[in-house]
């Protein structure tokens, strides 16, 4: 029924703390760790989330598991199981009602169904526990198993919810209504934003941001010889000179005139490297706003190509605007065969795609990444954010927006939509673009150019960025986050 998780991270603390311009962070997560560890010693904190594979949370949990470990933690990872299809689905109802999407329907049957299977899982979990533990249960999959343990132990109980959406609908109420009961005896919660929290919750939660990982292949420092070689590995750019490393097995795909998908070297090469370029990278969701910053991007280049003459601030700029490119990458079609959604996205951006004229095709290139090894998947998200002049994440939606921190965290100026998440990291012309108007085409030109035109200005905003992800949206961050609420937890602090 339920699962333990074994966490082998190669890169532990003291790896991180051998790199320069981490070993700062390092010794302070390590000074705060000091004050912190010692009233969680002696206890086992158990991370018990629905999934070992797959989704944010399971992508998260090791290393944070394995830094706390690293910092004389004792923690463990539980993963529940079902024995009933319906728990499943049901749950990723409830997700998508936080989310303000998905069906009405949660009564008497699935209050049975969820019952049931958190009480198998917590009667599998409980000859584990001791007393003093510290369950940290993570998304409303296993919410109720933390409440009942708590009322039959002496453990300490906090809650994180890793989604949520700014919206108090009747959707959104439906699914909150639903798990009310199993909030009052956890201790504390954990939220990404305060616009999640629930009315019920508004005393009783904390703010913990997502992180990332800077040694990691999303995020990792590459040479520029390293660079060089996963485009060629990666068939996203022509080697014009023998490079060390053998190609990936699966190239990067680019959608061609026709709207069909073909090995991105087989067309005209994009030109990542030489010429100035605009990266959006997010999974093909209609709320990640793709189709508006094509069009955006589009009518940006229409309207230099119509100015005359006399109205080009520079020829710079005129320059920049006749060779700068768009780049719209996803996972590769063919491995989200299960998402009807993603599938209707990449149709609609073909429609527009096919209708533009041929220099705009040349112009835009949206890529299909291939999905088959997670970490070609991320040394090619890594590379197109290190190519990139500017990253845009124009989501109309965003629990939070990894895309923007991973671009932030490589000194990229990024024009970032209003959605919640972009805004918990982004201050507007400090350290990135706020875009007010999402799906405003005209809007979106203006903004393009206008960051555009100015280096130093995109300068100021990428170092501003850096330094904000550095203070804020590191791994070490969110361990030192964690610690302070597991200690405020087991001493009664609130
Ligand atoms: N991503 C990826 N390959 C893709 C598309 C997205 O690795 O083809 C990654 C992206 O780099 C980021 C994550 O998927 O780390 C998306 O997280 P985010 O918080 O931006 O949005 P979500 O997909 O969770 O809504």
């Known amino acids: ?24 962070a390092v010794s302070e997560l390590k000074e705060k760790a000091g004050a912190l560890v010692p009233s969680l010693k002696g206890r086992t904190i158990w991370m018990i989330n ?35 299809k319906a728990f499943f689905s049901l749950t990723k109802n409830i997700h998508n009602l936080i989310h303000d999407s998905g069906k009405i329907n949660l009564g008497e049957k699935e209050r049975e169904i969820y019952e049931s299977v958190n009480r198998k899982n917590a009667d599998a979990l409980k000859p584990h526990l001791k007393p003093g533990d510290v369950l940290v249960v993570h998304d409303p999959q296993p919410m109720a198993l933390g409440h009942m343990l708590k009322a039959e132990m002496d453990i300490h109980a906090i809650w994180r919810c890793h989604i949520g959406v700014a919206a108090d609908t009747d959707r959104t109420r439906h699914a909150w209504e639903f798990l009310a009961p199993y909030a009052d005896r956890y201790e504390q919660t954990v939220f990404t934003a305060t616009e999640y929290v629930p009315g019920y919750l508004h005393e009783k939660f904390r703010i913990i941001h997502p992180a990332i990982d800077p040694l990691n292949h999303k995020n990792r420092d590459l040479e520029p010889v390293k660079m060089t070689g996963i485009l060629c590995n990666s068939r996203l750019a022509k080697a014009h000179q023998p490079v060390l490393t053998p190609l990936f097995d699966h190239p990067v795909q680019r959608m061609d005139t026709d709207g069909s998908f073909a090995p991105a070297i087989n067309s005209h090469e994009i030109g990542l490297m030489y010429r100035p370029i605009v990266t959006q990278v997010s999974r093909w969701d209609r ?87 997670r970490k070609e998947n991320a040394l090619i998200v890594n590379v197109l954010q290190r190519a990139s002049s500017l990253v845009v994440q124009n989501s109309l939606q965003e629990g939070f927006g990894l895309t923007a921190t991973e671009a932030m965290w490589k000194r990229k100026p990024v024009l970032a939509s209003d959605a919640t998440g972009l805004r918990e990291q982004i201050d507007d012309d400090v350290d990135g673009c706020i ?60």
């Open 50 to 84: 629905s999934t070992a594979q797959g989704g944010g949370v399971a992508e998260m949990l090791p290393k944070l598991i394995s830094l706390c470990c690293d910092l004389g933690l004792d923690v463990r990872w539980a993963v529940i199981g079902a024995d009933q």
């Open 287 to 373: 709320l990640k706003g793709f189709l508006p910053l094509l069009q955006g991007f589009a009518e940006m280049k229409r309207r230099a190509g119509e100015r005359p003459e006399s109205e080009w601030e520079s020829d710079r700029h005129k320059r920049r605007m006749d060779i700068v490119r768009l780049v719209l990458a996803g996972p590769d079609p063919d491995s989200i065969q299960d998402d009807p959604e993603g599938i209707e996205v990449v149709e609609e951006l073909k429609d527009v795609y096919t209708s533009l004229s041929e220099p705009l095709q040349r112009d835009i290139a949206i890529l299909a990444l291939p999905m088959a090894s």
């Open 435 to 494: 875009n007010h108007h999402v799906e405003d085409v005209d809007g979106m030109a203006d903004q393009l150019e206008s960051i555009l035109q100015s280096p130093l200005h995109r300068e100021r905003l990428a170092k501003n960025a850096q330094r904000k992800v550095y203070g804020k949206f590191l791994v070490f961050t969110q361990v030192a986050a964690w610690l302070q609420t597991m200690r405020d937890v087991v001493e009664g602090r609130s």
């Open 1 to 24: 029924m339920i699962d333990f998780v074994e966490v082998n991270e190669s890169i532990r603390l003291e790896d991180y703390g051998k790199v320069t311009f981490l070993s700062k």
